[in-house]
């Protein structure tokens, strides 16, 4: 019997913090005979966490160290891999997560077919209980929404994390596109997700977004709060994406308003605070609230604070002051890793995929410290 490629890459991508679980339908396997040729899984399987140079990786793959340089190049220009590209210096590659990951790095080559097979799969890829106990993104506060000197942490806002960057870059936002392609789009704009540092560079050089200022990558945050977008970070304090999403669109976003109670599933350290003496019944929340936590019950306003996922949206354009924000209780708050490498591995332990990948942390985080320090 032949190896079964796909079914090996299937497993190690399941392997990685992100997670490629299985199916009983084989949908994942699907996704992947879609977007990899045999050769492609095969080399695939030749990389890990820790980006290498081709030479490395051609050892592993049985290959001359010209031909996996090619072919890895490849695959990276595919969105199949991840790359960091250095001046004067040998690329280096690693393995891409499924989500966030390659599914995201085709944001240009979407179908029909990749799209269905998608959709089939996000409620196996989102589950609640692995979203609570290691998220991949955070829901931060829009800047208006909390009063002046409340007390805010600076990876709670916004325009400061995109301040502590060097490079930015902002890209169409997948989930609003694969939704324009099959007929369920809304009117939110397209492109308004942020992507900073290396993410930046390998988006520009696969041609998945365009280079902007912090000017604009300022602008584009308060358009996002105008159009009514949560805003999503990378859940670590450092964070390499800022996402701007709809409830509508959005497929964590999505996941979240199908749990009966999504403040319980989301990471964020805010609820809203409604005062129903205050309020005017005048509706203009119902819009901005992308998990149904308001609703018009007769000519009164309904607040259901266990659907509340402090965005902060509703607050922004109340007319009456009938919504304000307020930090939940130390206790119900989420600790925020510092870095990715602290995100990972505490999702990687909240599905069980942690002796995988431990040994791997340490490497990735010393490799990588050492590319920032330019060794």
């Known amino acids: 019997m032949p190896p079964d490629f796909y079914g090996k890459l299937a497993k190690h991508l399941d392997d990685l913090p992100g997670g490629f679980p299985p199916t009983p339908n084989g949908v994942e396997l699907r996704i992947l005979k879609r977007l990899f040729s045999e050769d492609e899984a095969r080399l695939a399987l030749c990389t890990g966490m820790i980006p ?106 916004a325009r400061e994390l995109v301040k502590d960057q060097k490079k930015f870059l902002v890209a169409p936002c997948i989930c609003r596109r694969e939704h324009e392609m099959i007929g369920e789009g809304c009117d939110k704009p397209r492109e308004s997700c942020l992507v900073f540092g290396w993410g930046a560079d390998y988006y520009l050089r696969n041609g998945l977004g365009r280079e902007i200022d912090l000017v604009e990558t300022l602008d584009i945050l308060t358009l996002a709060e105008e159009a009514g977008l949560v805003l999503q970070p990378s859940n670590a304090e450092r964070i390499v994406n800022i996402c701007t999403c709809c409830g509508c669109c959005c497929q964590v976003l999505k996941s979240f308003k199908r749990h009966p109670a999504p403040a319980r599933i989301v990471s964020s350290s805010y609820r809203a605070v409604f005062d129903p003496e205050a309020c005017v019944s005048c509706g203009v929340c119902l819009d901005r609230c992308q998990m149904d936590a308001l609703e018009m019950s007769g000519e009164e306003i309904v607040f259901n604070p266990e659907r509340c996922i402090g965005c902060g949206l509703c607050v922004t354009t109340c007319p009456s002051g009938a919504l304000s924000l307020e930090r939940k209780p130390q206790e119900e708050q989420r600790e925020i890793p510092r870095n990715m490498y602290e995100a990972g591995k505490r999702l990687a332990r909240a599905r069980g995929k942690l002796g995988p990948v431990k040994e791997t942390f340490l490497g990735l985080k010393s490799k990588v410290d050492r590319l920032r320090a330019g060794r």
């Open 52 to 157: 290498e140079e081709a030479g490395v990786v051609a050892k592993r793959a049985g290959l001359t160290p010209q031909e996996a340089g090619k072919r890895l190049e490849e695959m990276a220009a595919k969105g199949l891999l991840f790359s960091i590209v250095r001046e004067g210096r040998p690329t280096l590659y690693m393995a891409a997560q499924y989500v966030i990951g390659i599914w995201e790095y085709h944001l240009n080559d979407l179908d029909q077919e990749l799209i269905q097979d998608m959709n089939e799969y996000i409620p196996y890829l989102f589950t609640p209980e692995t979203w609570t106990k290691g998220p991949q993104l955070r829901t931060i506060p829009v800047e208006r929404s909390l009063a002046p000197g409340q007390a805010i942490m600076p990876h709670e806002q």
